[in-house]
T-cell receptor
Framework: AQSVAQPEDQVNVAEGNPLTVKCTYSVSGNPYLFWYVQYPNRGLQFLLKYITGDNLVKGSYGFEAEFNKSQTSFHLKKPSALVSDSALYFC?????????????FGKGTKLSVKP | ETGVTQSPTHLIKTRGQQVTLRCSSQ?????VSWYQQALGQGPQFIFQ???????GRGNFPPRFSGLQFPNYSSELNVNALELDDSALYLC?????????????FGNGTRLTVT
């Protein structure tokens, strides 16, 4: 069965410092991995995806994520956090046999960036 | 380019009632998916529609049903509402059936069942 784990409910970072939001996954086939961000009372916004190719993926708003097949991880990173990055972040996965709309989401990690 | 729009934004229903939620997909997108997001949880896949046919379903009972129309807009219907159905319902659209395409989400409908 497919699954996603986000081990941290909350991550606290000072503005200007680097941030990492962790994600590990389990799929039966090749993984398609995604990161989404959710602001209060809003839907999810797409940040970046890994399908194949380079293990370091660059996305929107200066975010990037590193795919590690041996550790089955896809951690979200940003070199310098902004207060406006404070939001709820979701990692999601589907395998290459799944339907396009069927994403498995983690429980989310609340990112809090303090000035 | 018009994004995904959902209506209504908020809804309060009583246990046992029926509800219909609506979604207009992003321009050029012919695939629509629905998700349920309970408080403090990640979204859970309900089902997907492509070319007016359901072609994928998550672990939800048959009282959750849907429709997709020729213009690719969609409805989610929930019968015999239960208290646990209280959640944010998210609609997402994507172009075609390619695995590479990310989902584009609407802002959701907040359903409260009392």
């Amino acid at each position: 069965a497919q699954s996603v784990a986000q081990p941290e409910d909350q991550v606290n970072v000072a503005e200007g410092n680097p941030l990492t939001v962790k994600c590990t996954y389990s799929v039966s086939g090749n993984p398609y991995l995604f990161w989404y961000v959710q602001y209060p009372n809003r839907g999810l916004q797409f940040l970046l995806k890994y399908i194949t190719g380079d293990n370091l993926v660059k996305g929107s708003y200066g975010f990037e994520a590193e795919f590690n097949k041996s550790q089955t991880s896809f951690h979200l990173k940003k070199p310098s956090a902004l207060v406006s990055d404070s939001a709820l972040y979701f990692c999601a996965v589907r395998d290459d046999g799944g339907s396009q709309g069927n994403l498995i989401f983690g429980k989310g990690t609340k990112l809090s960036v303090k000035p | 380019e018009t994004g995904v729009t959902q209506s209504p934004t908020h809804l309060i229903k009583t246990r046992g009632q029926q509800v219909t939620l609506r979604c207009s997909s992003q321009s050029g997108h012919n695939t629509v998916s629905w998700y349920q997001q309970a408080l403090g949880q990640g979204p859970q896949f309900i089902f997907q529609y492509y070319r007016e046919e359901e072609n994928g379903r998550g672990n939800f009972p048959p009282r959750f049903s849907g429709l997709q129309f020729p213009n690719y807009s969609s409805e989610l219907n929930v019968n015999a509402l239960e208290l646990d159905d209280s959640a944010l319902y998210l609609c997402a659209s994507s172009p075609g059936q390619g695995q590479n395409s990310p989902l584009h989400f609407g802002n959701g409908t907040r359903l409260t069942v009392t």
